[in-house]
């Protein structure tokens, strides 16, 4: 998990003083909620994961949940692998909107721990991580009706969908900065076209696989190589993409592959 420095013992805001009204909003949105979910993209849970927001929760005294969106995206060995590994630290779920896999169980688990007292649902998570889609299956948006809570002081909306449950109408989204490139690309919050460094993001996508089967049969390659450059090379070959001289157009190759990362079509 990529490391943000947080004092247990700072008071509200926590965040960098340049980004500090966003901080401010999940600050507030840890504040006023029971529950607290993080939304992280199932085929890079720990690239996804914010170490700060966690802390954040934890000193609040705040349950927090995972939820592993884009489950689609992920084969289910390696599924398993991801789950079994971070129930051990947080429950987790897993879900997929476009599959309407696992949203009613995580709805359910929700609404039993309501105990028969108003609780709060906040939502947290990077950008392109899925917070809304996950919010909307959640409530089933279109029996949902949205209310101004009375003693919430900061101003948010929350949506009742049962009688002591709500959920925050709006997910707080976890700030990154400019230099913070990588974990930019690969959850697709930056545009290939300003990417500064795309072998650097190429070789961050190709250590996620444990096997590089997906990549063989997207690419139509047989792997002989553990090195990412000699990997980029052969899909450069591959796709002719090619310079004069016949070297292979790396910049080009990249753009290739981080433009399948980030539609999907390159899968774990």
Same mark, same amino acid.
């Given at each position: 998990?990529? %490391? ?73 060995n390696n599924l398993r ?27 359910e688990y929700l609404i039993?721990?309501?105990? %028969? ?49 709500? @959920? @925050? ?21 930056? %545009? @290939? ?76």
């Amino acid at each position: 998990m990529i %490391n943000r420095k947080f004092k247990a013992n700072r008071p509200k805001v926590i965040g960098s003083t340049d980004m500090k009204p966003y901080w401010q909003v999940i600050q507030n949105i840890i504040d006023d909620s029971n529950i607290v979910l993080e939304i992280l993209d199932a085929r890079m849970p720990e690239i996804s994961r914010n170490e700060e927001i966690e802390s954040a929760v934890k000193n609040s005294g705040k349950q927090l949940i995972l939820v592993l969106n884009k489950a689609d995206l992920v084969s289910e060995n390696n599924l398993r692998k991801r789950l079994k590994k971070l129930q051990k630290q947080y429950p987790t779920f897993v879900i997929s909107n476009t599959q309407k896999l696992g949203t009613k169980r995580l709805r359910e688990y929700l609404i039993s721990q309501t105990k %028969n007292k108003l609780s709060r649902i906040g939502v947290l998570g990077y950008p392109n991580t899925g917070k809304s889609s996950v919010i909307n299956s959640i409530i089933l948006k279109h029996k949902a009706k949205v209310t101004s809570t009375a003693g919430t002081t900061h101003g948010q909306q929350w949506i009742n969908f049962t009688k002591n449950l709500q @959920i @925050i109408d709006s997910p707080g989204v976890i700030p990154l900065k400019e230099n913070d490139e990588i974990r930019l690309a690969l959850i697709g919050s930056k %545009n @290939i076209d300003k990417i500064r460094y795309l072998e650097l993001v190429v070789h961050q996508i190709i250590k996620l696989f444990d096997y590089k089967t997906q990549i063989e049969k997207l690419y139509g390659i047989k792997i002989n190589s553990d090195n990412p450059d000699d990997i980029i090379e052969q899909i450069g070959i591959k796709k002719k993409f090619l310079k004069k001289g016949g070297l292979v157009d790396t910049g080009r190759t990249s753009i290739q592959i981080i433009r399948d990362w980030q539609s999907g079509k390159l899968r774990l």
